[in-house]
């Protein structure tokens, strides 16, 4: 079935050092969600992209959603240890969300 | 953003036993909800989607015996782990989209709710 790709599956960084996680499918999407969650919590809805060549920014991070709508990445700038959880892409379909397997992001201060 | 709570957060129970688990929109209508499942260090698996006052429709390799849903009204949705066994431990976590006036895709989550079976 439909299933998007997240790589990398760990990143740990030094505070202040910039963040990258990537999601890839191989057909087209019809929007990527992003979603954070936080060491025994749960996901918190971030941001979508539903359009082609879409850049949306959040303070320090920054999406981007593919010109071909194929992958999409999260870019977070100057990591903060409050940064610290797991990154989920998710891809809307007929209503429904499919999760990518997550980033888990972990910065040293 | 609109806010869905989930209760009961933690519960631990013998196994044979059945745990039911409460998802409710408090500042929204949903009419859809979702049911995911997170193993530790896993992502989330979608369970099953309900809409208020129909049947749930459940993914592939769900058994809908053992996990009943029930949507009652637009605030509320449950979780039954029928005959609960220690395979079944788990984060269930719960979702709702939809809203009246202004109707979403957007999926808001719950807590979880952290299931052991014993």
């Known amino acids: 079935g439909q299933q998007v790709m997240q790589i990398p599956q760990y990143q740990h960084v030094q505070e202040g050092e910039d963040f990258t996680t990537y999601c890839n499918s191989s057909t087209t999407l019809s929007n990527i969600q992003w979603y954070k969650q936080r060491p025994g919590g749960h996901p918190v809805f971030l941001i979508q992209l539903v359009k082609s060549g879409e850049v949306k920014k959040q303070k320090r991070l920054t999406f981007q959603f593919g010109e071909a709508k194929k992958n999409s990445s999260l870019h977070i700038t100057a990591t903060q240890t409050t940064d610290v959880g797991t990154y989920f892409c998710a891809q809307g379909s007929q209503g429904n969300l499919i999760f990518g397997k997550g980033t888990k992001l972990s910065v040293k201060p | 953003g609109a806010v869905v709570s989930q209760h009961p957060s933690r519960v631990i129970c013998k196994s044979g036993t059945s745990v039911k688990i409460e998802c409710r929109s408090l500042?929204?209508?949903?009419?859809?909800m979702f049911w995911y499942r997170q193993f530790p260090k896993q992502s989330l698996m979608l369970m099953a989607t309900?809409?208020?006052?129909?049947?749930?429709?459940?993914e592939q390799g769900v058994e809908k015996d053992k996990f009943l849903i029930n949507h009652a009204s637009l605030t509320l949705s449950t979780l039954t782990v029928t005959s609960a066994h220690p395979e079944d431990s788990s984060f269930y976590i719960c979702?709702?989209?939809?809203?009246?006036?202004?109707?979403?895709?957007?999926?808001?989550f719950g807590p979880g709710t952290r299931l052991t079976v014993l």
């Open positions: 309900s809409n208020e006052g129909s049947k749930a429709t459940y």
């Open positions: 979702s709702a989209s939809g809203g009246r006036p202004k109707p979403t895709d957007t999926q808001y």
């Open positions: 500042d929204f209508q949903a009419t859809t």
